[in-house]
């Protein structure tokens, strides 16, 4: 008797399929949906993250809104870092020399000459710092190398202002000391009390490879009033201005010039970074948000939010604000009627010329512009935002899914089993009653 029951299989996965087809795809859609919106804020919560990181930068000193600019009259002498609350004007230096970090060698170490009795003491900036040669030796033959006297010493050292390292020259060695920092005050001494040998003649006559010395420049110029560092940046010498000197004069050279002025092309190109933040994350929203054609191509994930809608008034308000009596509009930065930024140069420049301070108070000063909009992001970015609630939700709910496509399987296969079953018979049925036919032809 021949059952065929590759139909029956065919036909239970047909009608098992036709069962749960329709609720399966109910649930795909549901769940592209949850995926898509949770992808959307994912997106979202980019976007502002980005704006947010950008316009931080234009409260601070290194990179202010306000751009200021030193000029140099001689090439490789110094650097500026040049602040929005710089003095402008010219100013006149004369460097007498460089700050330095002091350095000192022990020469000629050898294991015979260092010696296991006495205590070497190191001295800097007021703190003492001993190492007792008796515990020195680490591998027990009963002598001190020089590598083992520079680990003890890197050990008693650890945390310091010196740092140790051993150095061969001419086939011999030496133990060189440096300070990690500049200046007089980072000098280093050293003694040793009952030692003997060629380390206590070494630790009495260290040869000097860098003084420890402060940089001495003079504002004005070479007879002018002398300034003083440990290091060679001297910082609010000119007020809102920190100038690293790298090069020295002889006597009789010309002191170095330093313009510090407006820098109006950095100014504006800053002004439009800003604007440019903005519209991009308005892109974003944009994007994230379009209602697309009649026929619902094109639509945005988050068409019609709610957050979205409140996070762009919010931003608006604030960029519409005023501040201290002035507002962005004084500084030729308005919206269009598309709600994007644009900048009028003239009216900024015409701005600039009359009160440039004021612009840099307007986006740096506390609980102004810049302030503002971040405390505008504040409920909805972050590990307590808003959007975070969201997207856990989200994700809740694509894990629901994943239970309803398994209750949905089971489902399937329930009916799958039933009706493999009937159709069996089924097959068995008529293939019984063919058998049967056939007797009486």
Do not use: C, W
């Not at 050990?155 to 920092?181: F, W």
């Not at 608006?316 to 709600?339: I, K, P, Q, W």
């Not at 600039?352 to 108070?361: H, I, R, Y």
């Amino acid at each position: 008797m021949n059952i065929d029951t590759e139909y029956a299989r065919q036909q239970a996965t047909q009608l098992a399929t036709f069962e749960v087809q329709a609720a399966r795809a109910r649930a795909n859609r549901s769940q592209q949906a949850y995926r898509a919106q949770g992808d959307a804020l994912a997106n979202l919560d980019k976007a502002l993250r980005t704006f947010s990181t950008s316009i931080r930068e234009f409260k601070s000193e290194t990179r202010p809104i306000l751009a200021n600019e030193a000029v140099f009259s001689q090439e490789g002498r110094a650097t500026a870092q040049v602040g929005a609350t710089a003095s402008t004007g010219r100013y006149s230096f004369f460097v007498e020399r460089l700050a330095s970090a002091h350095q000192v060698a022990l020469e000629g170490l050898t294991a015979d000459g260092i010696g296991t009795q006495g205590v070497l003491t190191l001295q800097q900036a007021g703190k003492s710092y001993s190492l007792d040669l008796a515990s020195v030796d680490r591998d027990g033959d009963g002598r001190n190398s020089p590598e083992e006297l520079q680990q003890a010493l890197a050990t008693t050292l650890a945390g310091s202002g010196i740092s140790t390292t051993l150095v061969r020259a001419d086939g011999k060695l030496s133990l060189v000391l440096s300070a990690r920092e500049s200046g007089a005050a980072q000098a280093i001494s050293l003694s040793l009390q009952g030692g003997s040998g060629p380390l206590a003649a070494a630790v009495a006559s260290p040869r000097t490879l860098a003084e420890a010395r402060d940089a001495q420049v003079r504002l004005g110029g070479e007879d002018g009033l002398l300034l003083t560092q440990p290091t060679n940046r001297f910082d609010g010498v000119v007020e809102g201005v920190s100038l690293t000197f790298t090069q020295a004069h002889r006597p009789g050279e010309s002191p170095l010039q330093v313009t510090v002025r407006r820098d109006e092309k950095g100014t504006r190109e800053r002004v439009q970074g800003f604007i440019d933040a903005f519209n991009t994350l308005l892109g974003s929203f944009d994007s994230l948000t379009a209602s697309g054609g009649s026929d619902g191509s094109g639509r945005g994930p988050l068409a019609g939010d709610a957050t979205v809608r409140s996070i762009e008034n919010r931003l608006n308000a604030v960029l519409r604000s005023g501040f201290g009596g002035r507002s962005l509009v004084e500084y030729g930065v308005s919206a269009d009627r598309n709600g994007k930024l644009t900048l009028d140069t003239k009216r900024l420049e015409k701005a600039l010329a009359e009160q440039p301070g004021e612009l840099d108070k307007l986006f740096r000063e506390p609980g102004r512009l810049v302030e503002s909009l971040e405390r505008s992001l504040t409920p909805y970015i972050g590990s307590t935002g808003q959007l975070k609630s969201r997207r856990d939700a989200i994700a809740s709910n694509i894990r629901r899914m994943d239970g309803v496509f398994e209750s949905l399987q089971r489902q399937y296969d329930t009916s799958y089993q039933r009706y493999l079953r009937q159709y069996t018979a089924m097959t068995q049925a008529l293939a019984s009653m063919q058998q049967t036919g056939g007797l009486f032809a």
